[in-house]
């Protein structure tokens, strides 16, 4: 079992992750507030990689952090009494559909929502007539502040990857207007810079 711990309140996330992934899918998250513990446990059922263009969390209240959201990521956990599933999926290079799939009974359920993982979250909630007065994280819901499989992604070359872009694009040399070569260098930097986040 390895022990990811927050050193600070920079760390990548407050929350303390027991693991041995990727040789066991099993993740817990401990994290206390006001001297209570809450633990929290994830299977991961698919891991999923970072896209060319990488839409990242909103910010949390008083935090600056935001997470890197993965594409084809889908993972188990619980939240009360409710076994979900959550999975993610880009749609398009700026939209990414957020599900959490649950069953009720012999009947299976799924919400969907592109605005954002706390938003598909609070559908889920209002859905099974949950206290309007409780307040989840859809990041943390979705573990997308799990940073073992942060590092993970990155260990084994999931990070983004560049998409062939440039069939449309002429060569810079037969580019006459100097205008339209500023915006293509423009461009050719703003592809470099995604490729190295």
């Known amino acids: 079992m390895?022990?990811?711990?927050?050193?600070?309140?920079?760390?990548?996330?407050?929350?303390?992750?027991?693991?041995?992934?990727?040789?066991?899918?099993?993740?817990?998250?401990?994290?206390?507030?006001?001297?209570?513990?809450?633990?929290?446990?994830?299977?991961?059922?698919?891991v999923g990689n970072y896209p060319s263009i990488l839409r990242l969390t909103q910010k949390f209240q008083n935090s600056t952090f935001q997470y890197p959201i993965p594409n084809d990521y889908i993972v188990e956990t619980e939240l009360f009494e409710w076994s979900l599933k959550c999975e993610t999926k880009y749609i398009t290079d700026s939209k990414v559909c957020y599900t959490i799939n649950w069953k009720e009974g012999r009947v299976d359920w799924n919400i969907s929502s592109t605005k954002s993982s706390t938003a598909v979250t609070n559908l889920f909630l209002q859905k099974i007539?949950?206290?309007?007065?409780?307040?989840?994280?859809?990041?943390?819901?979705?573990?997308?502040?799990?940073?073992?499989?942060?590092?993970?992604?990155?260990?084994?070359?999931?990070?983004?990857?560049?998409?062939?872009?440039?069939?449309?694009?002429?060569?810079?040399?037969?580019?006459?207007?100097?205008?339209?070569?500023?915006?293509?260098?423009?461009?050719?930097?703003?592809?470099?810079?995604?490729?190295?986040?």
């Open 2 to 46: 390895v022990e990811i711990a927050p050193e600070n309140e920079n760390s990548f996330s407050s929350r303390v992750f027991i693991h041995d992934y990727p040789n066991n899918s099993r993740i817990e998250a401990r994290y206390i507030s006001n001297g209570r513990l809450y633990i929290s446990y994830y299977n991961i059922i698919a």
């Open 129 to 197: 007539n949950q206290n309007r007065s409780t307040k989840l994280s859809g990041p943390c819901l979705f573990g997308f502040d799990i940073e073992p499989l942060y590092n993970f992604r990155l260990q084994i070359g999931l990070q983004p990857v560049i998409k062939d872009n440039n069939r449309r694009k002429r060569p810079l040399e037969k580019i006459s207007s100097r205008s339209q070569q500023n915006k293509r260098l423009n461009s050719f930097g703003r592809d470099v810079q995604k490729a190295l986040m």
